[in-house]
């Protein structure tokens, strides 16, 4: 299921530089770029919707606000605004979030409401692994995890990458340990990787180890956890998209893109899916290939929604 992977090609990274300057003046050409027109913001605005990973990762999470977290999925904005936008929340129900995302002790609680609320949606319960966010466990304890997810029932593993063996330049070993992690995610789970972008020093590693976690059979890659310093960012966003590009070349397999972390505004999603577009097409605009994980994203988007129909 998903992407199968590559043997390992230390040649996609070994001569690999990335200008960083070239990609500072590509994000600075896509922000200038002309704004999108006005009878199309709101189609965009609820296809950021449809992609979003509505997540919930706090130390003080509980089964209520998860339970909660899941009903806003199903019904992610007021039904009266819907209506206004010309759409409804019908038995096909095509106004959800992609999934829920949370940490692997709420993953039951998720499914059940999912199921109780939502099943004919298909949202998807994703759930953090690998000791997230940090990914500083022992390597059996985060295959453990994986699996432990997985029976649980989730179908989605956002896995974090030890970024030491970015930083020390352990490409095999990188792409081993995803390997592992991949098989533990089974035939029935996508594996989301994520390689915590503003941890890995520079935009020639987040190339590499978006390579290395491709070839290894992610479905998805992710930039970062929302708990870095540095989150998701469009150069880094620029640099992901153009690797995901080069694998599909040489494979003809599509691989995801999931920015997350400190995605909190219209403005901000918008300014992803226009990148997306941009580099990857209007194909990879749809939640099988491109998901937004956020936690406060929402109320913005509502907004601006509000804001758009009222004027
Ligand atoms: O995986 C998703 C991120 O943890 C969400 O980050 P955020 O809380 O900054 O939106």
């Given at each position: 299921m998903g992407n199968p992977g590559l043997p390992l090609d230390l040649s996609c990274v070994n001569n690999v530089h990335?200008?960083?300057?070239?990609?500072?003046?590509?994000?600075?050409?896509?922000?200038?770029?002309?704004?999108?027109?006005?009878?199309?913001?709101?189609?965009?605005?609820?296809?950021?919707?449809?992609?979003?990973?509505?997540?919930?990762?706090?130390?003080?999470?509980?089964?209520?606000?998860?339970?909660?977290?899941?009903?806003?999925?199903?019904?992610?904005?007021?039904?009266?605004?819907?209506?206004?936008?010309?759409?409804?929340?019908?038995?096909?129900?095509?106004?959800?979030t992609a999934a829920v995302c949370v940490y692997p002790a709420k993953v039951p609680c998720a499914v059940n409401t999912i199921r109780k609320f939502g099943k004919s949606c298909n949202i998807k319960v994703a759930s953090v692994a690998t000791g997230f966010p940090s990914g500083q466990m022992a390597f059996h304890t985060r295959l453990e995890e994986i699996k432990d997810a997985v029976k649980m029932g989730a179908t989605e593993i956002d896995i974090v990458i030890d970024r030491s063996l970015v930083l020390t330049g352990q490409w095999e070993a990188l792409y081993c340990e995803l390997k592992e992690m991949k098989s533990a995610c089974g035939s029935k789970a996508h594996m989301k990787s994520i390689l915590a972008t503003g941890e890995l020093d520079n935009l020639t590693n987040v190339y590499k180890a978006s390579m290395i976690a491709m070839m290894a059979g992610s479905d998805f890659i992710k930039t970062s956890t929302g708990k870095e310093a540095l989150n998701a960012t469009i150069p880094f966003g620029i640099v992901m998209c153009r690797a995901i590009k080069d694998y599909h070349m040489r494979t003809g397999h599509k691989v995801g893109l999931k920015p997350a972390g400190g995605i909190k505004t219209s403005k901000d999603a918008l300014a992803w899916l226009v990148m997306v577009k941009e580099i990857l097409g209007d194909s990879w605009l749809t939640p099988e290939l491109f998901r937004i994980g956020a936690s406060g994203l929402l109320t913005d988007i509502e907004q601006d929604l509000q804001q758009y129909v009222m004027a």
């Open positions: 990335i200008n960083l300057s070239a990609i500072q003046s590509k994000a600075a050409d896509l922000q200038n770029s002309r704004p999108l027109k006005d009878e199309h913001r709101a189609a965009w605005l609820l296809k950021a919707v449809t992609c979003i990973d509505l997540t919930t990762l706090s130390g003080d999470d509980t089964a209520s606000n998860v339970s909660r977290l899941c009903l806003t999925a199903f019904r992610p904005l007021p039904e009266t605004l819907l209506n206004t936008l010309g759409f409804e929340y019908s038995e096909k129900c095509p106004i959800h």
